[in-house]
């Protein structure tokens, strides 16, 4: 998204894995796993800006992280069915050299529509649901199973652009476009 914006980056990956299973909130999961995929990355940049996000899905009180398997992932889309469930999307921006960072959410509300076992492998043969918060995508097919999306679409997609275009700024980073 951030290229398809007309920003020029490098993609760099952390060297540290993202953590489903500790006891923290949505909210403070996915800022703690941001901050911890940025950080790991600035380390070995200290003089680039570095932007990290991390992106999960809720029920309720329930974090759902990406699905293990393909059985994993359809049984994800059978708890979200016909239901209502929170994204939540964490970005860390770090300049070490600099010293200045910068770190915020955005929670969208995405309501599913109710799904048979036919539309869930249908949907499913058409993404790559593994590598996926909830095993569902918003772009491409992601209609044939979202009925509705309350604030961010790109927020759901996995980065919050309206937001992170405005902080980048701060940075002195803005579009080539």
């Not at 914006?5 to 996915?30: C, H, N, Q, Y």
């Not at 991390?54 to 759902?64: E, F, Y």
């Not at 970005?91 to 070490?96: G, P, S």
């Not at 996926?132 to 995508?137: Q, T």
Request: hydrophobic share 45%; proline share 4%; aromatic share 6%.
């Amino acid at each position: 998204m951030l290229s398809e914006s007309g920003f020029e980056l490098e993609i760099a990956s952390p060297r540290v894995a993202e953590k489903f299973d500790v006891p923290l909130t949505l909210r403070e999961l996915t800022l703690w796993n941001a901050i911890r995929k940025g950080m790991s990355v600035a380390q070995t940049r200290p003089d680039a800006v570095v932007l990290a996000a991390d992106t999960l899905v809720a029920l309720g009180d329930q974090i759902i992280g990406k699905p293990a398997d393909l059985n994993e992932a359809a049984q994800m889309l059978r708890r979200l069915s016909g239901r209502t469930h929170e994204v939540c999307s964490a970005v860390f921006i770090y300049h070490q050299t600099a010293g200045k960072s910068a770190a915020f959410r955005d929670i969208s509300r995405v309501r599913f529509r109710r799904l048979n076992n036919g539309t869930i492998q249908n949907y499913l043969a058409k993404i790559e649901p593994l590598d996926k918060a909830g095993a569902y995508a918003a772009q491409g097919s992601g209609a044939e199973i979202i009925a509705k999306i309350e604030g961010s679409f790109t927020n759901v997609v996995g980065l919050p652009m309206e937001k992170t275009i405005a902080e980048l700024a701060t940075f002195g980073i803005h579009p080539k476009v």
